[in-house]
């Protein structure tokens, strides 16, 4: 079992930074990708916002693109995002996730607000 922790959201003005956090805990495999998603809207479905593999491969939404970097301290089974030039469309639920082993496990979430 993994349990993944968050911290960092809240509100910023456009332009803004933030900087989201993630540590995961229990038995964490050496192959794994940690990552962040998004949830904009009841409306629309969660979205990948980047993803890190333990071997340092990125992928990153072509949204942020340029704007954010998500970044891993293995040793301590930490992942952080850096979002930078924050626009008001950022504003989502940011979900931690690490798919580890054969099982696939989520933060509770943190609210990020951009305001105009």
């Excluded at 229990?26 to 479905?45: C, L």
Aim: aromatic letters at 8%; charged letters at 15%.
């Amino acid at each position: 079992q993994v349990q993944l922790v968050e911290s960092g959201g809240g509100l910023v003005q456009a332009g803004g930074s933030l900087r989201l956090s993630c540590v995961a805990f229990g038995t964490i495999f050496s192959n794994n990708v940690m990552g962040w998603y998004r949830h904009q809207a009841p409306e629309k479905q969660r979205e990948l916002v980047a993803s890190l593999t333990s071997d340092g491969s990125t992928n990153y939404a072509d949204s942020v693109k340029g704007r954010f970097t998500i970044s891993r301290d293995g040793a301590k089974n930490t992942v952080r995002l850096q979002m930078n030039s924050l626009k008001p469309e950022d504003t989502a639920v940011y979900y931690c996730t690490i798919h580890n082993g054969l099982s696939d496990y989520w933060g509770q979430g943190t609210q990020v607000t951009v305001s105009s």
